[in-house]
């Protein structure tokens, strides 16, 4: 139901991954794929249609996929292209991905915004002091000009620079 009022209310749905397990979704492409159509069989499901855009675990620069198989991430940032994927990176972060406080999140996008063109922000929102940052981060970026708008497939890729 969530992920219905999502849609309706004109925001994207992105894939990420259906485990999150880096072991796992990192050992092989075929691995990868078979876990990124699980997610989008899911949110299919749901919402209706399979969406076409997603961001890798780890970014497309992760480089702990490495320990599971070598290259994979050179490989696969092209294959998700094939398919039909857009794939999108960050180049903000609230560094929510660690042990980080509301406010050092909130000092985290400041010191990363205010630079010219499109911000993309890494933020998860299961994690409280995130949520509660975004209460701060969200009047602050639009009294600097920015505004929210949903990632579609026409939307400009962001990509990191591939280290695996």
Not at 73 to 78: G, S
Not at 131 to 153: D, H, N, R, V, W
């Amino acid at each position: 139901a969530l992920f219905r009022e999502i849609v309706n209310r004109g925001h994207a749905i992105g894939l990420h991954t259906n485990s999150h397990v880096y072991g796992s979704i990192y050992s092989s492409d075929e691995a990868f794929f078979l876990d990124l159509e699980t997610i989008s069989r899911r949110v299919e499901a749901v919402v209706g249609f399979a969406p076409k855009i997603m961001r890798f675990a780890g970014g497309s620069s992760n480089t702990v996929s490495a320990k599971y198989s070598r290259g994979i991430m050179t490989r696969l940032v092209d294959k998700v292209h094939e398919r039909g994927y857009r794939y999108y990176d960050w180049n903000c972060s609230t560094g929510d991905g660690g042990n980080v406080t509301t406010e050092q999140e909130i000092e985290n996008v400041k010191a990363a915004a205010g630079g010219k063109g499109p911000l993309y922000l890494l933020a998860h929102d299961t994690k409280p002091q995130t949520l509660e940052a975004m209460k701060t981060i969200i009047p602050y970026l639009l009294s600097l000009g920015y505004s929210f708008e949903p990632i579609t497939e026409s939307t400009p890729e962001y990509r990191h620079s591939v280290a695996n």
